[in-house]
């Protein structure tokens, strides 16, 4: 079956710190892989993307992904985090012409001061 | 560049009344649209996708229904709505399905 993990529900770190949240999928396909984040009562903002090509993607806001085939892992990291930083994260796993998305249940980012 | 409208912000409903949420993208022609419901911890439920005019995909049954009256324009609506489409539903657009979403802002229903 298709699905996404999202192991931790909620992860604290202190601001400056660095982050690593982490996203495991069973697909059956080559999967496109995406990170969205997501502040209180918005929608989702795309962070970064993996189609193809180099497994690790540079995102915006300071954020990279590596893709690891070998563990079906997807994992989001930032070498050091910002107050602004506080949302929830979501990975998503989809493939070429497929309209439906899986998502993860998400991961909430708390930072402290 | 392209910008998506999603309103209201927040809505408050009784049940049994019906529903209307809009959603409109600008500045791109032919888009394919989507209708996402959000519970708390549980991700994103795929509600309804559109490639076109007239054309709508229904992933899940349920009480709801969509459409697309014009090519950048897609309502989501519900004639009696029920006590557990209290939710948050967030409309997206993408130019094509291999390309990622780009959501609006959402609209918060709670059903009284």
């Known amino acids: 079956a298709q699905s996404v993990t999202q192991p931790d529900i909620h992860i604290t770190v202190s601001e400056g710190a660095s982050l690593e949240l982490r996203c495991n999928y069973s697909?059956?396909?080559?999967?496109?892989l995406f990170w969205y984040v997501q502040s209180p009562g918005q929608g989702l903002q795309l962070l970064l993307k993996y189609f193809s090509g180099d497994t690790l993607v540079q995102g915006i806001k300071g954020f990279e992904a590596e893709f690891k085939r070998s563990q079906s892992s997807f994992n989001l990291r930032k070498p050091s985090v910002h107050w602004s930083d506080a949302a929830e994260y979501f990975c998503?796993?989809?493939?070429?012409?497929?309209?439906?998305?899986?998502w993860g249940a998400g991961t909430k980012l708390i930072i402290k001061p | 560049s392209q910008t998506i409208h999603q309103w209201p912000a927040t809505l408050v409903q009784p049940v049994g009344s019906p529903l209307s949420l809009e959603c409109t993208v600008e500045g791109t022609s032919n888009p394919n649209l989507y209708w996402y419901r959000q519970a708390a911890g549980r991700g994103l439920q795929l509600l309804f996708y559109s490639v076109g005019i007239g054309q709508i995909s229904s992933e899940v049954p349920q009480n709801l229904s969509a459409s697309r009256p014009q090519d950048r324009q897609f309502i989501l609506s519900s004639k009696k709505l029920l006590l557990s489409d209290s939710g948050f539903y967030l409309c997206a657009w993408s130019p094509d399905s291999s390309s990622p979403l780009h959501f609006g802002n959402g609209t918060r229903l709670t059903v009284t």
């Open positions: 998503a796993v989809g493939a070429p012409s497929n309209y439906q998305l899986i």
């Open positions: 697909y059956g396909a080559t999967p496109y």
